[in-house]
């Protein structure tokens, strides 16, 4: 089971956001997505999940291209988990937790059978329950991130893809969500996570995608891909590398 | 039972009881007792007669019309993710009201019954689509509000041209009627016009009442749920302007109910937007009965208008909730 994509590009106007972009995510990968700010890692993400048209590519659900599918059925195969923004209204943690099951035609109010332990797993999964009747705006950064993610986890998705999950979040709280993360892959599913944070990419990335001005610079494992020169072509940073443990020197030039 | 459905019975119960202590008050006082003989067919003819022609439509006139602006208010509220929308402040009811005063300058309304509830559906309609059309065009809901006012001022100036060159007082005081809403002397045949306008709406806005909770997350979030964004955004235009122009046609423009129902109830269903649907609904349509009890009530030489007693109440509480919104820190 995999999501592939092939030659995707995304135009708005003039500007070229992704440029013949081609990879593959299967389950039981974690893939990390690194480049600096305006490489067009969101755009690309978006475009996956078909928040924004594509210009030309395509995006394979394991054989069916997801321009095909229902947003019901590219719902239930793909999670999203954008940067955190603020909730709209101050709604209940498992209220927000259920809304991970829109696609299956839950009703928040109503949970029954399989949604209702769907909920229950993600609350408990992301140390969420004893809070489930809380109002979300009285959460701290780090449980609404947690937060976030179990309702992601609550679609059930083969294939979780996450915008910078762990921006704002102090280390403790980094290591936990990537924590999680990393679980949902073990469980045998496959997560794309957009990470500025080089080291903890290291650490937990199965395999590195790098980008830059809209297109794939490298693909392949930490080992291969992560090097001094690399750093210094997609950053402009100079660094020592050892391994996984990465040091960033400072700016170059 | 949960808490919503504690809510909703308890709101069916005021429902009941307001609609009629709203049949007792008039010119004949007559207590609860002689108001259900009345209304089951056991009562004097007389009595029957006061409350079936008179009483009994004023007060489901003024129900309905709540109802309505309940919903409708709620709706717009989810999908444009602010407590600040609402048919009033975003221009829908004074484009509907505009839409009915011209049909009846121009005489049109004297063609057909149909004639008036139409334009006031179609005025409704026209304008919450601009807004949705702006929607797309702009994430900034105080843009979209200031858009809602300049096409209420808009629709009032035109409004105003009307009366200034109403060709004789009739005219004058029906469009009248219209800008300041009321629900007096209203038929049967009134209300059974405006209905099945009235069901359609709120039916429509019943069927989007989870894409509107989903719409939460933002619209981005909603997408990836599986949330047909151009769906939900047109039906609740629909719905909306369907509602709201069936509550114009027959009550003319009634401000605020939209907003200060909705979030009088938030608190009460955890701010989740589907459940805030009906509780409002029904909320604006005690508020509406009751508002218009007290415009009855109140020893004034011409008796109130029920729009002017209603943003005589609801503009400050919209003040209210905006201010109470900035010091939230969650700017409009």
């Known amino acids: 089971m995999s999501i592939s994509v092939e030659n995707l590009c995304v135009k708005i106007g003039n500007t070229i956001l992704v440029e013949d972009v081609s990879f593959a995510l299967k389950r039981g990968e974690l893939v990390v997505l690194l480049g600096p700010n305006g490489a067009g890692k969101t755009t690309l993400l978006k475009a996956c999940l078909d928040i924004i048209p594509k210009t030309s590519g395509t995006v394979t659900y394991e054989d069916t291209p997801a321009a095909d599918l229902s947003p019901q059925a590219r719902a239930r195969a793909m999670a999203y988990l954008p940067q ?165 020197l400072g700016p170059r030039g | 039972m949960s808490r919503t459905s504690i809510l909703i019975i308890g709101l069916c119960a005021a429902n009941i009881i307001a609609l009629i202590l709203a049949c007792g008050l008039g010119t004949t006082p ?10 089951i067919g056991q009562g004097l003819p007389s009595d029957e007669i006061i409350i079936w022609t008179i009483r009994m439509p004023r007060a489901l006139a003024a129900s309905l019309t709540g109802l309505a602006l309940g919903a409708s208010g709620a709706a717009l509220q989810g999908l444009l993710r602010n407590p600040l929308a609402e048919p009033g402040i975003l221009g829908v009811s004074a484009t509907g009201s505009l839409f009915a005063s011209v049909s009846i300058y121009y005489g049109l309304a004297a063609l057909s019954p149909w004639v008036i509830p139409s334009a ?57 009627n219209w800008m300041l809403g009321s629900v007096a002397n209203r038929s049967f045949a009134d209300i059974l016009f405006v209905l099945p306008f009235m069901i359609a709406g709120l039916l429509i806005i019943w069927s989007i009442r989870r894409g509107l909770s989903a719409l939460t997350l933002g619209e981005d979030t909603a997408h990836s749920l599986g949330l047909d964004l151009k769906k939900i955004r047109w039906l609740t235009v629909l719905g909306a302007g369907l509602a709201t122009g069936a509550s114009i046609a027959l009550a003319g423009a009634i401000g605020f109910v939209g907003i200060v129902a909705p979030h009088m109830i938030r608190p009460f269903v955890h701010h989740d937007p589907a459940r805030t649907i009906l509780p409002s609904a029904l909320l604006g349509s005690v508020m509406l009965v009751l508002a218009d009890m007290g415009v009855r009530l109140l020893p004034t030489q011409t008796e109130l208008k029920l729009g002017v007693v209603a943003a005589i109440i609801g503009a400050p509480a919209f003040i209210w909730i905006a201010v109470q919104r900035s010091n939230g820190g969650r700017g409009a």
Request: glycine share 6%; hydrophobic share 50%; with cysteine.
């Open chain 1, 84 to 248: 955190i923004q603020p909730l709209t209204w101050p709604n209940r943690v498992k209220d927000i937790v259920a809304l991970g099951r829109f696609a299956y035609g839950a009703n928040p109010s109503t949970l029954k059978g399989e949604d209702q332990s769907a909920v229950d797993h993600a609350l408990s999964d992301c140390e969420l329950s004893h809070m489930a009747e809380r109002s979300a705006e009285t959460l701290s950064g780090g449980e609404q991130a947690r937060l976030h993610f179990a309702r992601a986890l609550a679609a059930q998705t083969p294939f979780l893809l996450a915008d910078e999950p762990v921006a704002a979040l102090d280390p403790h709280h980094q290591f936990k969500v990537l924590g999680l993360i990393r679980r949902y892959v073990d469980q045998g599913n496959g997560a794309l996570v957009i990470l500025h944070d080089i080291a903890l990419a290291a650490r937990y990335a199965d395999r590195l995608l790098w980008m830059k001005d809209g297109q794939l610079k490298a693909d392949g494992s930490v080992a291969e891909t992560l090097t001094v020169e690399r750093l210094k072509d997609i950053y402009n940073v100079d660094a020592d590398i050892n391994g996984t443990r990465v040091e960033l």
């Open chain 2, 30 to 39: 007559m207590e609860p007792s002689r108001i259900i003989s009345a209304l």
């Open chain 2, 120 to 176: 006031a559906i179609l005025g409704a309609v026209t304008a919450t689509a601009i807004i949705a059309l702006a929607a797309l065009k702009t994430r900034s809901v105080v843009t979209l509000i200031l858009i809602g006012v300049g096409l209420s001022s808009f629709a009032g100036a035109l409004m105003s041209l009307l009366v200034n060159f109403a060709p004789n007082p009739f005219t004058l005081s029906d469009i009248m």
